[in-house]
């Protein structure tokens, strides 16, 4: 009994192999046509897409067909060279400005004429205003844009110092080294296109693709102008910095002192500025009351005139106001006396009437 359990045990166990071999069998023959088919089918596509390539091939492809494949170490070597040499040669827009104070404008304005000429620059723009110092009307000053070429920009800089006083000073610098080779490889790669279209061009016999060619040669030169302008300006700003300056004609240079540590020492000099600030005030009253006498002595007089006008005005009411007061009391005095009058005469009536009636009282007894 127990050998025939075993028996059959492994006859099931047989079973179940055979079982399991066959469905691995038929899922390896599925999955094998699947990858069959999708291969197929993508072979099918590549094809076709190879097939709607051919059919439409854009003037630029041609245009590069026309002299056979580019090859990419001809075409890239010169922007190859010149970003191995950017690494040690970048390129920086230097911007500087600077206020000068000075006690003879004149001389300081020549003496920056000659140190412009001397360091190979140029004026790009000049803007002066004010009389001179000695008038009574406001300070010269006078805002330059000067140009500089690079290398001689530190000496000019230094210069400044022996012109006048610098009272503020400052620096900017912008690193366009990525925009400028961008740029410089941007319009090598146009070049050769622009070759090659009129290359093209020049064996064309069909209207349609001459007209087609020549627009696409209008658009490649306008473009190559458009950054031959951008490479330009850039060029510009880096081989010449550009130094802003002010200069102010001054009666007296600022100087610079250190500021108080100390609590007495900023209650000093607090103190010391508040009376600065009081005889400043007092001074420029002074000042101000004897540059606009004459307009003072003019608005005195009409101030005056207009108070006498006024104040005689006033009187003329006051005297129209008592007599108008005096004649009413004249009145009421009147009237007063009018009706003691009248009350004399009743009582002069009332009595004579009395006398009368005593007189016939008399007569009759």
Do not use: H
């Not at 094998?32 to 439409?56: A, F, G, L, R």
């Not at 404008?105 to 110092?133: C, H, P, Y």
């Not at 330009?232 to 540590?261: A, C």
């Amino acid at each position: 009994m127990f050998k025939k359990i075993i028996v059959n045990l492994l006859v099931v166990a047989l079973l179940c192999l055979v079982v399991v071999g066959c469905g691995s069998n038929e899922y390896s023959e599925e999955s094998y046509s699947k990858d069959s088919v999708s291969e197929k089918s993508s072979d099918m596509k590549m094809e076709s897409e190879e097939v709607e390539e051919t059919k439409e091939v854009p003037v630029e492809d041609m245009a590069m067909e026309a002299e056979g494949p580019i090859e990419p170490d001809r075409v890239e070597e010169k922007s190859d060279n010149d970003l191995e040499g950017a690494v040690d040669n970048r390129k920086y827009i230097r911007t500087f400005s600077y206020f000068l104070e000075t006690l003879e404008f004149d001389k300081a304005e020549i003496a920056l004429k000659r140190m412009v000429d001397l360091n190979f620059g140029f004026f790009q723009s000049t803007q002066s205003e004010g009389n001179s110092i000695n008038s009574s009307s406001r300070q010269r000053s006078a805002n330059y844009t000067v140009r500089i070429p690079k290398e001689k920009v530190e000496d000019f800089i230094e210069s400044l110092e022996g012109i006048g006083n610098v009272v503020d000073s400052n620096s900017m610098v912008e690193d366009v080294t990525s925009q400028y080779y961008d740029i410089e490889a941007r319009i090598t790669t146009l070049e050769i296109q622009e070759k090659r279209l009129i290359a093209i061009l020049e064996e064309a016999d069909n209207l349609e693709y001459i007209i087609q060619l020549e627009r696409e040669l209008s658009n490649v030169r306008y473009e190559i102008e458009s950054y031959m302008s951008n490479f330009r300006y850039l060029k510009d700003q880096i081989n010449y910095s550009t130094v802003y300056i002010y200069l102010q004609e001054v009666k007296e240079e600022t100087i610079f002192e250190e500021e108080p540590e100390t609590f007495i020492e900023k209650m000093s000099e607090g103190f010391l500025d508040s009376i600065e600030s009081v005889v400043e005030f007092f001074s420029d009253l002074a000042l101000f009351i004897i540059v606009s006498s004459p307009i003072l002595l003019i608005w005195a007089i009409f101030i005056f005139v207009i108070y006498k006008i006024i104040k005689k005005l006033l009187k003329s009411k006051a005297i129209k106001k008592k007599e108008r007061q005096k004649t009413k009391l004249n009145q009421s005095n009147n009237n007063k006396q009018n009706v003691n009058k009248q009350s004399k005469k009743v009582d002069n009536t009332k009595n004579s009437i009395k006398n009368n009636t005593i007189d016939k009282k008399d007569i009759e007894s």
